[in-house]
């Protein structure tokens, strides 16, 4: 089962893989975990967004048992790429558990990587002399790896969550990775509609560092300086995606420069400078700056995203509203997804349906009276 | 001592058309037409003529053609014509040649070999006439972070914004000295600069009582000669600009004739009129980065950190090191000046063979601040021969902030690149301090030529952006993704930081 020839990643060399796409999220606002069953035929209702070239899943608060401990999930290429990857693990973490995780062999899925998942907590040893935290040192070793060793990639370094994916319709992939044994409070999936073929596994969403997770439907125009910013921050991209990009943007602007999500949502799809001219001035200084400070990380060009990390998940799209996305309520129930059919699909009667305007954001949080904030309207009147 | 020096071009005149009307005679300022009264006819001395087309466009019976003289030297692919005719020039004057605007030798203009991306498919392009699309620029220094104050769901800046220049344009007006140009061309620029949003730099000569009006739109310079410069000048400015070097002449001071020193120019340069205005190649008191810092701080300090401070230099070997330094020094904005910028007036030979392209330098520039993690603290404006809204693009594609445009503003009001801006006689009114001859450029109207051509270039540039699926120009800052070489080797295109078409 373990892949010979086709797996290597980023044959074309393009700047970037191009990617249309299905999301689907759905998150308990109680904290409830649930199965696969619902998600699942959520996003496998919108076969018409993906090619079959890339589908996954974040699934939060999966692990309980390992609640305090970093879960890696590694996708190796072949054996070698595997014990180079853990000989830096074994160095710089204390590894709790190492398995496989469990695949079913399929000929829907040809060639898959190995997929390997480990708890562990940085070497107490080794994080005292660094001086970091243990998020940066984490953070730090998963670019260490991604970068530096040729065929491994870790594809979810978060506490208490994990992403599933690879190459296949979300189905195939949830049935690869006997999903249906799995639960948890949110899960966050994709389709994916890659524009070069063959697509491949690392390639696929959702893309995450720590427990930040985004899916991710778009096309970036401003992924050059994106890129070259986040590279001047530190990060390298190793995926050729957008997404790769949105992921770090989010780890920068959230956990290093600690900027409230809500004007992380004013970074990537800022107002227009007419609207800012307009804005109290105490507000306009506000998103003046943020706009001087950060322009590099506005996302120019349509995207829609599904943002999720621990007790929070997020949705987003370009200003313009380019690309489409849907939130519905329901109960404790929050989903949001490319297409108000797939939500209506599981969940026929909704309490209330939002369909967000360009540059607003949805965001819900779970154990909060408020748990649902929607941004006021803004309304765009241009000629 | 007998000139052997052939007439670089041939005036003729169609004697049936011309109506003796004059005009060319009163037109050129380079005496090339006289009247010849025993034949009633006009008559030229080819050998004066600059080709500046003042006599042409003027004629009202178009009789006038000036074309090159087709008597050449026995020229061959390695003496051209230039270079016999300099030392033909040289063996008679004994001295270095001068020259104005920006160097015309044929090394590669790598704007030519660069191309522009668009959408097709994957995602939209967007339409310009139905949809915003931003090109404010702001010019400053900024933070590395911002810092929020969060409490009872209010959301406060605590981060302090260091002051900045706002323009509504990526395209500044260059330094322009009074002295080099006279005060029509500054009062044009500097209206032009309030009607676009943007900024006028009014040079190293101090800048007049009458346009203090505009100084909110205005960037005053400092250069090696401190010309004009107290604390009402540099309070006046929006920016202070360090002048270090000029791309027309890295390496150079300069040099203004007291002929040219009027009254006028004398009182606002603050200088005895009639003496020369020599600006010395080296800032007396700058041998060294850190005295440089100290000039930055001594300005900032005089305005009380109300200003952005610029440092301008010419794009050279080691631009990247130097830049790096100068943003280390406190230099809220660095200005690159490349190879083509132009002067007034400097030595041929330096102006031709010194300094290196503008392109080369923003790419390299642009690279070394990112590698040292303080590329967003800076801002990077380029100047230097940019000739049209794509080069402005590409630009900014390439690292640059914004552009400085002089020459276009130039040939927008009506010069022709005759390139005899030192001889003071400047039959378009532009680079002259003769009060007649200085008539010629009616304010009013260069001052729309010039918005005219902002407004058509913000237009094009926003035509680019949307094809590219952008609608704020800060997501074009630095991406070279949008990129594409032509016709370049593999290290030029390193260097670039851009991919060959096709890849």
């Given at each position: 089962m373990y892949a010979k020839s086709k797996q290597i990643s980023h044959h074309h060399n393009d700047d970037k893989i191009f990617s249309s796409c299905a999301l689907f999220g759905m998150i308990n606002?109680?904290?409830?975990?649930?199965?696969?069953?619902?998600?699942?035929?959520?996003?496998?209702?919108?076969?018409?967004?993906?090619?079959?070239?890339?589908?996954?899943?974040?699934?939060?608060?999966?692990y309980p048992d390992f609640k305090d401990l970093y879960a890696f999930h590694a996708m190796y290429m072949n054996l070698k790429s595997k014990e180079r990857a853990e000989k830096i693990l074994m160095r710089d973490f204390r590894i709790l558990l190492s398995e496989e995780i469990p695949t079913k062999g399929s000929n829907k899925l040809p060639n898959p990587p190995i997929f390997w998942r480990y708890f562990l907590e940085p070497e107490p040893s080794k994080i005292k002399d660094e001086y970091v935290d243990s998020d940066e040192y984490v953070v730090k070793r998963v670019r260490k790896i991604n970068i530096g060793v040729k065929g491994a990639y870790i594809i979810s370094s978060g506490k208490n969550m994990g992403v599933f994916k690879g190459i296949g319709f979300p189905e195939d992939i949830a049935d690869f990775f006997y999903l249906d044994e799995y639960e948890g409070y949110m899960w966050v999936c994709h389709a994916r509609f890659p524009t070069n073929t063959p697509g491949w596994w690392g390639g696929a969403h959702p893309f995450n560092i720590l427990d930040w997770s985004v899916a991710h439907n778009g096309e970036l125009s401003s992924y050059g300086v994106n890129r070259r910013y986040l590279e001047m921050q530190g990060y390298k991209c190793t995926m050729w995606t957008d997404t790769e990009v949105l992921a770090y943007a989010f780890d920068l602007l959230a956990r290093r420069h600690r900027i409230p999500i809500k004007l992380i949502a004013k970074i990537l799809a800022p107002p227009y400078w007419e609207e800012i001219d307009s804005m109290e001035i105490k507000e306009r200084l506000m998103f003046t700056a943020l706009r001087k400070v950060y322009g590099s990380l506005m996302m120019n060009g349509p995207f829609s995203i599904i943002v999720a990390h621990h007790g929070e998940m997020i949705g987003l799209t370009d200003r313009k509203k380019l690309r489409p996305l849907t939130a519905g309520i329901k109960g404790d129930f929050l989903y949001i997804s490319s297409e108000e059919a797939a939500i209506r699909l599981i969940s026929p009667k909704l309490d209330k349906i939002i369909r967000p305007s360009g540059g607003e954001m949805i965001i819900g949080r779970i154990k909060s009276p408020q748990s649902l904030e929607v941004p006021p309207l803004i309304r765009r009147e241009h000629i | 001592m007998r000139t052997y020096l052939l007439p670089e071009y041939i005036v003729e005149r169609d004697d049936l058309k011309c109506t003796r009307c004059k005009i060319c005679i009163e037109q050129c300022t380079y005496g090339v037409h006289y009247y010849n009264a025993a034949k009633n006819i006009i008559e030229s001395r080819s050998e004066r003529c600059v080709n500046c087309l003042r006599c042409v466009l003027f004629c009202p019976v178009n009789a006038?053609?000036?074309?090159?003289?087709?008597?050449?030297?026995?020229?061959?692919?390695?003496?051209?014509?230039?270079?016999?005719?300099?030392i033909k020039r040289q063996a008679e004057l004994g001295s270095a040649l001068l020259s104005g605007m920006g160097c015309d030798r044929p090394y590669l203009t790598f704007w030519d070999?660069?191309?522009?991306?668009?959408?097709?498919?994957?995602?939209?392009?967007?339409?310009?006439?139905?949809?915003?699309?931003?090109?404010?620029?702001?010019?400053?220094?900024?933070?590395?972070?911002l810092e929020f104050k969060t409490g009872d769901g209010d959301i406060e800046l605590e981060t302090k914004i260091a002051p900045d220049l706002c323009a509504e344009t990526p395209i500044l007006f260059a330094a322009m000295s009074y002295g080099a140009v006279n005060l029509n061309v500054h009062e044009a620029l500097a209206r032009a600069a309030v009607e676009c949003g943007t900024y006028f730099n009014c040079g190293e000569g101090g800048l007049h009582p009458n346009l203090y009006k505009y100084s909110e739109h205005i960037i005053v310079q400092v250069a090696s000669g401190r010309f004009g410069v107290d604390l009402k000048y540099l309070n006046a400015g929006a920016a202070i600009e360090i002048k270090i070097g000029q791309g027309a002449k890295p390496g150079i001071g300069g040099h203004l004739p007291g002929e040219k020193v009027s009254k006028d120019i004398a009182a606002v340069r603050m200088i005895p009129a009639g003496t020369d205005a020599l600006s010395p190649a080296p800032h007396h008191d700058i041998y060294s980065i850190e005295d440089l810092r100290q000039l930055i701080y001594a300005l900032k300090e005089a305005t009380e950190y109300t200003k952005p401070v610029a440092v301008k230099i010419a794009a050279v070997h080691n631009s990247a090191a130097i830049a790096s330094g100068i943003a280390r020094a406190g230099a809220d904005i660095i200005v690159l000046d490349g190879v083509r910028g132009a002067t007034g007036a400097a030595p041929k030979i330096i102006r031709d063979n010194v300094g290196i392209p503008i392109e080369l330098a923003i790419a390299s520039v642009d690279q070394r601040l990112r590698e040292e993690g303080i590329r967003n603290e800076v801002s990077l404006i380029a100047s230097g021969g940019i000739r049209n809204s794509a080069d402005v693009v590409k630009a900014i594609a390439l690292g640059?902030?914004?552009?400085?445009?002089?020459?276009?503003?130039?040939?927008?009001?009506?010069?022709?690149?005759?390139?005899?801006?030192?001889?003071?006689?400047?039959?378009?009114?532009?680079?002259?301090?003769?009060?007649?001859?200085?008539?010629?450029?009616?304010?009013?109207?260069?001052?729309?030529?010039?918005?005219?051509?902002?407004?058509?270039?913000?237009?094009?540039?926003?035509?680019?952006l949307g094809a590219m699926g952008m609608d704020s120009i800060e997501s074009l800052r630095g991406n070279r993704e949008q990129l594409r070489g032509v016709g370049l080797t593999d290290r030029e295109l390193k260097i670039l930081g851009v991919k060959m078409a096709g890849e």
């Open positions: 606002l109680t904290g409830v975990r649930f199965t696969s069953r619902e998600p699942l035929r959520a996003i496998s209702s919108m076969r018409e967004r993906g090619n079959g070239l890339g589908g996954g899943f974040a699934i939060y608060g999966i | 006038i053609t000036v074309r090159r003289n087709l008597n050449a030297y026995r020229e061959n692919y390695h003496w051209t014509y230039e270079f016999i005719a300099s070999k660069l191309l522009l991306n668009a959408c097709q498919v994957t995602n939209p392009p967007i339409d310009p006439i139905r949809e915003p699309i931003e090109i404010r620029t702001y010019l400053g220094r900024k933070p590395k972070i640059a902030d914004a552009v400085y445009i002089g020459t276009a503003a130039l040939i927008a009001m009506g010069c022709t690149l005759c390139q005899r801006c030192y001889t003071g006689k400047c039959s378009w009114g532009i680079a002259t301090t003769d009060p007649e001859i200085s008539k010629r450029l009616n304010p009013e109207d260069a001052y729309k030529r010039v918005v005219n051509l902002v407004r058509a270039w913000n237009i094009e540039i926003k035509e680019m």
